[in-house]
C-alpha cells in the first residue's frame, strides 16, 4: 500500500487531543505529530449531565482547528471518538449532531467497552512483545474519569474485564468534599475501593496471580514522567509508588502544578490516580507497575493499519471477545458441551449459507457469541429463560463490543425460544435500527435450526455437512442416533428460517453399517 497519513481524534474527560500518523507496508505506523487542548469536560458530564456552553464552544473550536490541520496535512483518512464524558450526558446524541454539524466530522461515542478495547489495542500498538506481556497473569487497569476498568489476562487470553463505578474525577468531586483534610481523604478512597475490589476478587481473579500490572492514565503518565524524566520505560516499583503517594497526596493542586510542573486540569487528580493505583499494586501483590505512554488515539490508528494490511497483528482481539463470552456462560453454568455443539452447527449453517444471507465477518462474531450465550437464561429460571437472558446480557459487559452489537446478541438470544416479533412489534420494547433488526432476524434462523439439531444436548450430530439444494437448506449427517427429537424440533422451527432465507431446513441421516 501507498503511504497513507490517518488523524485520530479523542474526546476525553480533561483533554482533546488529535495524532497524525503515517502508515505503510514497509514501515507500518509511526506517530508524526500530536496536538492537545486541555478541556475538563469530566467535571461537568459526571456532574451536571451536561456540558457549559463556554466548554462546548471550546471544544467546537479546537475540533475545528484541527480539521483544518487535517487538510493542510491532506490526511487520507481519519476517526473521531468520545470517551465517558460524552457517553454519559443526558443529551450525548444532541451533542454529537451538535458537533458532527458544526465541525463536518463524524463522531462515534465509544460504549465502555468499546473504549476499553481501544485502551489495550493501544497498548499491544506500542509493545512488540505483547504476546509475552500477557502470557502470565497480567492486569490492565484503566483509571477514567468516572469508573475503573479491570482487565485480567493470563495464558495469551482475556480471563474477564469488568468496571467499577470509582473514577479519579469523581472521587475528587463527591469524596473530597466530605474529607477532613488529604490524609483523611485517601483513607475514604481506600475503604471504598477495598469494598467494590474485594467483590471483583471473589468473582473473577479468585485464586490467579497478578504478576504483571499495567496502568493507563494521563495524569500517571505526566506524574511519573515528571519524576523520572530520564527512563525509557516508565516501569515503577511498589516502593516508588508508595513513596510518590505519600509526597503527593498531602499536596494541594497548586503544589502538584508548582512542584511536578502537571497541567491544572490535570493537577486536580493526580492524587486519586495515585491512590487507586498503588491500591491495586498492593492487593494484587505486584512488585511493579508499568504505566505505558500511550492514549486510545494510538488504538484506533492500530485498527486503521491492521484494515489496511500495513502491519499483521500477533494477537487475535476477536478470540479475546469470545474466551470472554465462554467465561461469562461458565458463570451462568451453562452447559459446555452443548454450547460448542450449537456453535459448531451454526457457524456451520452460517459458511454454507454465504451468498444467502449476505452477512459479513462482524455478524459471524456476534452469531458465535449469541451460541456461547443463548443458554445464560436458565441460570435465574427455566420457564421465562428468553427475557431472562436478555436482561442478564445487556446487564452484562462484553468486551469489544459497542452496545448496539450486545443488543442484537440479547435480541439474538431472546428470540431463540420466544416467539420472533416484526419490526414494528419490536420497536415498541427495544430501540433497534432496520439494518440491526434484519441482522437480528438472520442470525436468531441460524441459531434456532442449530440449536434444534442438539435438541437433546446429547450432542448427536457432531459431524455435518450443510448445502443449499434448490428450495431447502439439507443437513447431512452420519450415524445411529436417533434423531427423531431432533428433526422434529427442527421441523417446528422451519417457519422463521423458511421466512427469513426461503429455504426449508432438512436433516438427513446416513446410517453407518455395523
Known amino acids: 500500500m501507498a503511504v497513507k497519513l490517518f488523524a485520530s481524534i479523542m474526546i476525553g474527560s480533561t483533554e482533546t487531543e488529535m495524532k497524525l500518523y503515517e502508515i505503510s507496508a514497509r514501515k507500518g505506523f509511526h506517530l508524526f505529530d500530536c496536538l492537545s487542548c486541555r478541556i475538563d469536560l469530566g467535571s461537568d458530564a459526571y456532574g451536571r449531565k451536561t456540558l457549559s456552553g463556554a466548554k462546548m464552544d471550546r471544544l ?3 475540533l475545528t482547528e484541527y480539521r483544518k490541520i487535517m487538510e493542510g496535512y491532506h490526511v487520507d483518512s481519519y476517526r473521531m471518538v468520545g470517551t465517558s464524558a460524552l457517553r454519559e450526558i443526558r443529551t450525548a446524541l444532541i451533542t454529537k449532531d451538535y458537533i458532527e454539524h458544526k465541525t463536518g466530522l463524524k463522531l462515534t461515542i465509544l460504549s465502555n467497552s468499546e473504549q476499553r478495547f481501544l485502551d489495550y489495542k493501544s497498548i499491544a500498538a506500542q509493545t512488540e512483545s505483547f504476546e509475552n506481556v500477557i502470557r502470565k497473569g497480567t492486569a490492565i487497569i484503566n483509571i477514567g474519569g468516572s469508573s475503573l476498568q479491570i482487565s485480567v489476562f493470563d495464558k495469551d487470553k482475556l480471563i474477564t474485564t469488568q468496571n467499577v463505578r470509582i473514577g479519579r474525577i469523581t472521587t475528587r468531586k463527591r469524596i473530597y468534599p466530605e474529607a477532613r483534610n488529604n490524609a483523611h481523604f485517601e483513607k475514604l478512597l481506600r475503604e471504598l475501593l477495598s469494598h467494590e475490589i474485594a467483590g471483583f476478587g471473589k468473582l473473577y481473579q479468585k485464586d490467579r496471580q497478578i504478576s504483571t500490572l499495567i496502568a493507563t492514565n494521563k495524569e500517571l503518565q505526566l506524574l511519573f514522567r515528571s519524576l523520572y524524566p530520564q527512563r525509557e520505560s516508565l516501569i515503577i516499583t511498589r516502593e516508588e509508588l508508595s513513596d510518590a503517594c505519600s509526597r ?9 502544578v508548582k512542584k511536578c510542573s502537571i497541567p491544572t486540569e490535570f493537577a486536580l487528580f493526580v492524587s486519586p490516580a495515585v491512590i487507586i493505583c498503588l491500591f491495586l499494586l498492593e492487593h494484587f501483590e505486584s512488585e511493579s507497575v508499568w504505566v505505558p505512554e500511550i492514549s486510545i488515539s494510538d488504538g484506533l490508528a492500530y ?5 489496511n494490511k500495513a502491519i499483521k497483528t500477533g494477537h487475535d482481539f476477536d478470540e479475546d471477545i469470545i474466551v470472554a463470552s465462554r467465561n461469562i456462560a461458565k458463570r451462568y453454568k451453562s452447559s459446555q458441551a452443548h454450547i460448542r455443539n450449537v456453535e459448531y452447527l451454526s457457524l456451520l449453517i452460517f459458511d454454507r449459507t454465504r451468498k444467502v444471507h449476505m452477512l459479513g465477518k462482524r455478524s459471524r462474531l456476534l452469531l458465535q457469541i449469541s451460541a456461547i450465550l443463548h443458554n445464560c437464561g436458565k441460570y435465574i429460571s427455566l ?5 431472562c437472558a436478555y436482561n442478564i446480557l445487556m446487564a452484562t459487559e462484553i468486551i469489544g463490543l459497542s452496545h448496539a452489537e450486545r443488543k442484537i446478541v440479547a435480541n439474538v438470544v431472546r428470540f431463540n425460544t420466544a416467539a420472533f416479533p416484526s419490526y414494528d412489534e419490536l420497536t415498541q420494547v427495544d430501540s ?4 440491526d433488526y434484519l441482522v437480528i432476524a438472520k442470525l436468531t434462523a441460524i441459531l434456532r435450526a442449530a440449536n434444534a439439531l442438539d435438541r437433546t444436548h446429547q450432542q448427536k450430530i457432531t459431524d455435518a455437512s450443510v448445502a443449499v439444494k434448490g428450495s431447502e437448506l439439507v443437513i447431512s449427517t452420519t450415524g445411529n442416533e436417533d434423531l427423531t427429537l431432533e428433526k422434529g424440533t427442527l421441523e417446528e422451527e422451519n417457519s422463521l428460517f423458511e421466512e427469513v432465507f426461503n429455504l426449508r431446513p432438512v436433516l438427513h441421516q446416513k446410517r453407518k453399517q455395523l
Open 303 to 307: 485498527d486503521f493499519a491492521v484494515e
Open 248 to 256: 503527593i497526596v498531602p499536596m494541594s493542586p497548586e503544589e502538584i
Open 60 to 62: 467546537i473550536d479546537t
Open 383 to 387: 420457564t421465562d429463560v428468553s427475557d
Open 432 to 435: 433497534v435500527s432496520m439494518e
